[in-house]
């Protein structure tokens, strides 16, 4: 029983969260944003510092990680306690999160707190009170009904008035327009013409043609030249990038990073097929992401470019306004185009669809399914945006882990 004046403690229901991050700016925005999440920090730490038992002593249910390269060696290390069971991880740009403010950072909050608790309203507040609208009995007020105390003859009657002031043309009169009078003086040169030029046969190289004409034949010919004495080595033929007429195509969004890297980790280094990723960022700092995903993918991961060709067994990064086409039996990369979708051939692709990937897609995905290619998603477990999964989820296409959807890719074409 409980007396009157004594405190009662009452459990702190928010979610233990561990943020780690560097210490600086961003680590004070995130801070900041969790607080506004209803979120309680545990751990505050440098992950360069951190050792795994410490992060495991703090018992944290989630951990927010501020992604820059200095910290993705440490992040390697604390990797056996990022997977612990039931650990939620969410990963943030560092340079984004120290410049997000005003309404890009209201937002951010929201689906962290998302995320963190579980539900997907993402939507800002909005009124208190429903909107009543007083309708009254009666046809609308006619333009005419408006205007009634305004009459139009009024107008008419001061515009008859005041047109005998006005300027009028006399009938047989042009008005006479002054035509502008150029006078030019075309400068004399006073220096000779050049010579005319010599016929072909007079010139050499290296010579005027002019000076070429006034020598004898015999000074104007250049003695040939001897090439005996010299051993030229045969060139050796670029070795051109293996193509394949398929790839794998990545679709991911807001919550995508983490299940990227988790899919790519898994990925075994002999897989032949090109990766294309294709993964909104608001920031769109691309060149980051590739040097993220370098450092775990065991392919090599580069910037998807215009004009180059799509190699076997590469990792690209797609950045927003390049696509892809057929050429020579496999794929290039454009400016612009239309949605890869439409162009990967089915039989030779598949689709692995993330956290976040648009639904507007969902249909294009079912299309390139129903004709031969490989469509997966991700698990709703541990997934925050889940609703273009929930959709492929529906009409039968099969889901799993990021670490099992790698299992389906090397098994289907190694």
């Not at 340079?95 to 890009?104: H, K, T, V």
């Not at 050499?204 to 034949?217: W, Y």
């Not at 692709?349 to 031969?372: C, F, Y």
Request: a negative charge.
């Amino acid at each position: 029983m409980t007396c009157w004046g004594s405190p009662v403690h009452v459990a702190d229901e928010r979610k233990a969260v561990a943020l780690l991050a560097r210490a600086g700016q961003a680590r004070d925005r995130l801070r900041e944003a969790l607080d506004a999440a209803g979120a309680r920090v545990v751990l505050e730490e440098d992950p360069t510092v951190l050792d795994a038992a410490t992060f495991a002593a703090a018992a944290p249910q989630a951990a927010l990680v501020a992604l820059e390269p200095a910290v993705e060696d440490a992040l390697v290390a604390l990797e056996p306690a990022l997977e612990a069971p039931g650990l939620l991880v969410i990963f943030d740009e560092a340079d984004l999160a120290a410049c997000r403010d005003g309404w890009e950072a209201q937002r951010w909050i929201r689906h962290l707190a998302a995320k963190l608790h579980g539900h997907d309203d993402v939507l800002p507040p909005g009124p208190e009170q429903d909107f009543v609208i007083d309708l009254q009995p009666g046809h609308p007020v006619t333009p005419a009904q408006l205007h009634a105390d305004d009459p139009f003859e009024a107008y008419l009657a001061e515009a008859t008035a005041r047109a005998g002031g006005l300027p009028q043309d006399r009938p047989g009169e042009t008005p006479a327009v002054a035509e502008p009078s150029f006078a030019y003086e075309l400068p004399v040169e006073d220096a000779p013409r050049p010579p005319p030029l010599p016929p072909a046969h007079a010139w050499t190289l290296a010579d005027d043609p002019v000076v070429a004409e006034s020598r004898p034949r015999a000074e104007a010919v250049s003695p040939p030249i001897d090439f005996s004495g010299l051993e030229l080595a045969p060139l050796e033929p670029e070795t051109p990038a293996a193509t394949v007429p398929g790839a794998v195509l990545v679709v991911a969004g807001i919550g995508g990073p983490d299940a990227v890297r988790r899919l790519l980790t898994a990925l075994p280094q002999e897989f032949s097929r090109p990766l294309l990723v294709q993964l909104r960022l608001d920031g769109g700092r691309y060149d980051n992401l590739v040097k993220q995903l370098g450092r775990v993918s065991q392919l090599p991961v580069a910037m998807a470019m215009p004009g180059d060709a799509v190699a076997a067994a590469t990792v690209y990064v797609l950045p927003d306004g390049v696509g892809i086409e057929a050429r020579d039996g496999g794929l290039a990369f454009v400016d612009g185009g239309g949605d890869p979708l439409e162009v990967l051939p089915p039989a030779e692709s598949a689709v692995i669809v993330l956290s976040g990937a648009e639904t507007g897609r969902v249909e294009l995905m079912l299309g390139l399914a129903s004709r031969g290619g490989h469509v997966a998603g991700q698990a709703l477990e541990g997934c925050y945006d889940a609703t273009a999964v929930k959709l492929l989820a529906a009409a039968g296409i099969e889901l799993g882990t990021p670490a099992q959807l790698a299992e389906q890719l090397a098994a289907r074409w190694n």
